[in-house]
């Protein structure tokens, strides 16, 4: 049986300083990882240096820093200083994001997704390793050369530091085919979003099949992390309000997060078989009919991808969950106040095993 890990994501929005000082009473809860996101809003990486300090165990997550904004070796200095100040608890998430913040927000072209995924990788692992680095890639040389551009003054270096550890897990977000088959090759986690357990060899199996056929076995199995709303309860009321979150979430990937005919999430809803739906939705969603949209989207899809109902039918989710092969589902707790959520977190560590 897969053993599967209890994390949660913080918001974008809200009060930080409570945020936090309230992940003490999560992490005695059960909470084993929290995830904090970039996108375009703060950076994720300040915030999770001040968790470092007001937690114990709980790994940190970055999820999900864009490769573009960064250098591959600035990535990897970011985590090997995150892992040694947390004690070894760093979790570096990386991914493409999509050209409407890439190069809406920061400027910087958007071009070779895949193969700077695997440069990353690779050029992450050497820095940890502390390895003089002398790379040649398609897209990043070092030293950069007077051939690429550069002075020829430049020098094959090291981390000064020595790294808390040389093998820090490397997660790739990714739900496209090529994305996911370099994810199983190459990357410790995978994170794909709007997870659907019961289709996951329709919508990504040829592609991890492929990428693990290619994977080093000294990287251990493939592990996949999760997002989830969860909200355990018996009253109708409060499923369908927790239920109406995944709607409008769903919504605004399937039908707004790009433009018809390049939308990576409307896509992965097509690979699910939802195929008339995705594009209702999405025709909804870009003709201003958000509260439409999120009406379209298909029950099961709901129900499917996050952890609402009675225990008994969370607990069924989960089964499906540990079955597809996810190892951390990040859970979003939506329980009104912060003492209800915390038994909601409890009761989902009942749930998990743990």
């Known amino acids: 049986m897969t053993s599967m890990k209890l994390g949660m994501p913080i918001n974008y929005a809200g009060d930080f300083r409570e945020t936090i000082n309230n992940l003490a009473d999560f992490e005695a809860a059960g909470v084993e990882r929290i995830a ?21 165990t709980m790994e940190l997550q970055t999820a999900i820093l864009p490769m573009y904004s960064r250098t591959p070796t600035n990535l990897a200095m970011t985590a090997a200083g995150l892992d040694y100040i947390s004690g070894g608890r760093a ?6 994001s999509g050209p409407q913040v890439i190069e809406g ?32 890639g398609k897209h990043y040389t070092l030293p950069l050369d007077e051939e690429h551009g550069g002075s020829g003054l430049g020098k094959s270096l090291k981390i000064i530091n020595h790294p808390v550890r040389d093998n820090i897990p490397l997660l790739l977000a990714a739900i496209g085919p090529k994305n996911i088959e370099l994810a199983a090759e190459m990357f410790d986690e995978l994170q794909p979003i709007l997870f659907h357990p019961e289709q996951i060899d329709a919508a990504f199996g040829e592609s991890l099949a492929a990428g693990k056929a290619k994977r080093d076995p ?3 199995d493939l592990g996949i992390v999760v997002q989830a709303t969860a909200r355990i309860s018996d009253d109708a009321e409060q499923i369908d309000n927790a239920k109406q979150l995944v709607r409008h979430h769903a919504a605004l990937y399937i039908g ?99």
């Open 256 to 354: 707004g997060m790009g433009a018809r005919g390049k939308n990576f999430y409307n896509q992965l809803a097509i690979r699910y078989g939802y195929v008339d739906e995705a594009k209702l939705i999405q025709d909804l969603y870009l003709d201003g009919k958000k509260m439409e949209a999120a009406a379209a989207v298909p029950e099961d899809l709901v129900t499917s991808m996050s952890l609402i109902g009675s225990k008994s039918e969370v607990a069924e989710r989960v089964a499906a969950f540990r079955e597809a092969g996810v190892t951390c589902i990040l859970a979003s707790p939506t329980a009104p106040t912060h003492a209800e959520r915390v038994v909601e977190v409890e009761h989902l560590r009942d749930v998990f095993g743990g």
């Open 36 to 56: 904090v996101p970039e996108a375009y809003s703060f950076d994720a990486v300040s915030q999770l240096g001040y968790i470092a300090a007001k937690t114990e």
């Open 218 to 220: 000294a990287l251990g």
């Open 105 to 136: 927000f920061h400027g910087v072209k958007y071009n070779y997704p895949l193969g700077r995924a695997r440069e990353h990788a690779e050029i992450c692992r050497m820095v940890w390793r502390r390895e003089k680095l002398n790379y040649q």
């Open 91 to 96: 979790v570096l998430g990386i991914g493409a």
